[in-house]
């Protein structure tokens, strides 16, 4: 007979969280976890521009690259960012933080008593947006003839960027009204696929790039095995850079359909580290559940560069996948 506890509440809201149960005694049929809230979360539209401090090569006294995005459309000199002089060309960089994914951007110019400040001629102002690898993902050279002070663009598919540019040329000024960007973070990027780890064993053939190349199966041949039981193993796997972690899942192998391992794995241990060295997370994955998989999410991310698998002396472990989610 059955004996499990209640599901846990779903650790997101959407875009697919996790529920996990408890066997309380006796024999448990079915899975101690499982997905949930699997839609996708709404999409709305907000200005990821507001508040961000731009990189300017010059500005006229009072007039701050801060006027360009504090989210005030007005035809008024004084929230305008203005450039300075005509003999350089000049620069507006501005950088969201991370990559984001971008539906649209609008950006808003001066007009002087109902005339434009700019006019036709300033078809060579170049905006470009860019990633955090350096990749130009799109451009365009605003239409200054509009009738109106501003110029809109939509992506029929959003484009990733971090740094949105606005480039003006030699013998042109520019006073910049507001810069709009809409978007939303990137939700569930697993940050570690193609991540080499540094492991103390290995079966050959079966390499560790075997555990993050988000193939997830049943199959010896999709795993890394750690081999040998006369000592501890490690299997340390390096991000790159610290990023907010929002959840994982440890992917292990099964055979025949029961598990490669078994309850009296219950002393692998799983940590988390940042570049500092500090460990900022750590458990001991479920492998009693009937599943081959031991998901974990953060209500409040965590920050961490490396996570680190532990396999006690007497011990071996086939690692299907390792997949690590951050936004």
């Known amino acids: 007979w ?23 005694g006796g024999v448990c049929n079915g899975a101690s976890s499982r997905f949930c809230n699997t839609q996708s979360c709404p999409t709305d539209k907000k200005n990821i521009a507001f508040g961000k401090i731009a990189r300017v090569d010059s500005t006229f006294s009072g007039y701050p690259s801060s006027k360009a995005t504090d989210d005030i459309v007005s035809s008024s000199a004084s929230d305008c960012y203005h450039s300075i002089g005509t003999s350089t060309v000049h620069f507006f960089e501005l950088d969201l933080g991370l990559d984001f ?13 109902g005339a434009r ?3 036709s001629t300033y078809s060579d102002v170049l905006v470009d947006f860019v990633d955090s690898n350096g990749l130009v993902t799109s451009s365009f050279s605003p239409d200054f003839s509009f009738p109106i002070s501003s110029y809109p663009v939509s992506f029929n598919v959003p484009i990733i960027a971090r740094y949105v540019n606005v480039t003006v040329p ?9 810069l709009e960007v809409f978007g939303v973070g990137i939700e569930n990027i697993n940050v570690a696929l193609g991540k080499i780890a ?12 075997k555990a993050t190349d988000n193939v997830v199966s049943s199959s010896a041949a ?20 610290d990023f907010y972690i929002n959840s994982m899942v440890l992917h292990w192998r099964q055979v025949d359909g029961n598990t490669y391992v078994d309850d009296s794995y219950s002393d692998v241990l799983v940590d988390f580290i ?31 560069r490396y996570v680190n698998v532990t ?17």
Not at 15 to 23: E, L
Not at 311 to 327: D, H
């Open 117 to 119: 400040y700019i006019h």
């Open 101 to 113: 994914r971008i539906t649209s951007a609008v950006l808003h110019w001066r007009q002087d008593n």
């Open 170 to 178: 030699i013998g042109k000024q520019l006073a910049i009204n507001e």
């Open 2 to 24: 059955s004996n499990w506890s209640s599901w846990t509440d779903c650790s997101k809201s959407c875009n697919s969280g996790f529920q996990t149960r408890s066997c309380l």
């Open 198 to 209: 540094k492991v103390d064993s290995t079966f050959s053939g079966y390499p560790t790039s």
């Open 222 to 241: 999709d795993c890394y095995h750690l081999y040998g039981t006369s000592t501890p193993h490690f299997f340390d796997l390096d991000l790159g850079i």
């Open 311 to 327: 396999v006690p002396t007497g011990k071996q472990l086939a690692i299907n996948e390792i997949q690590v989610f951050s936004s």
């Open 274 to 304: 940042d570049s500092n060295g500090q460990v900022t997370f750590s458990f001991k994955p479920d492998f009693w559940s009937p599943m081959p998989a031991y998901p974990v999410s953060f209500n409040l991310p965590i920050i961490a």
